[in-house]
């Protein structure tokens, strides 16, 4: 698969994603278990923001033993007031040069890909990108 291929042949689709009235506790949830690290937000199927798992973790110095997460969590935020608004995002057109060029100068490791009206088609991460060099690159032999 050349790097001038669409993007959308390396991206996640359908990812999991939060809605902005969401409780930060569900986002906690999903990223404990380690595989998943973006997850969009979206408000009738259009990206309107993105959370991480670093942004749950700079959250976590808030709380401590008298201050359970999940509680803490649910009582002082919700997904809203914490993504980040109006993601970079890239059309279902894109690249996947492209996209990666975006990554790498912009800092961040996912990248939603959308679709018209940017409604959200799928997302594409650093971890994406890495895996289709290894597929790319000639296999030696293990010593």
Do not use: C, W
Request: glycine content about 6%; aromatic content about 4%.
């Amino acid at each position: 698969m050349p790097f001038d291929d669409p993007v959308i042949h390396v991206m996640t689709e359908d990812p999991i994603t939060l809605e902005l009235n969401q409780k930060l506790s569900d986002a906690q949830s999903i990223f404990s278990k380690g595989q998943i690290h973006h997850l969009p937000v979206v408000e009738d199927g259009k990206l309107v923001g993105i959370l991480t798992s670093n942004d749950m973790i700079k959250l976590s110095k808030l709380y401590d033993d008298d201050n359970p997460a999940n509680e803490f969590l649910d009582r002082q935020y919700t997904v809203a007031e914490v993504m980040h608004r109006n993601p970079v995002s890239v059309g279902v057109d894109a690249t996947i040069r492209e996209a990666a060029r975006i990554l790498a100068a912009g800092g961040f490791h996912g990248l939603p890909v959308v679709g018209y009206n940017n409604l959200l088609k799928g997302i594409v991460t650093t971890t994406d990108l890495i895996e289709l060099l290894l597929r790319k690159l000639p296999q030696t032999a293990e010593a």
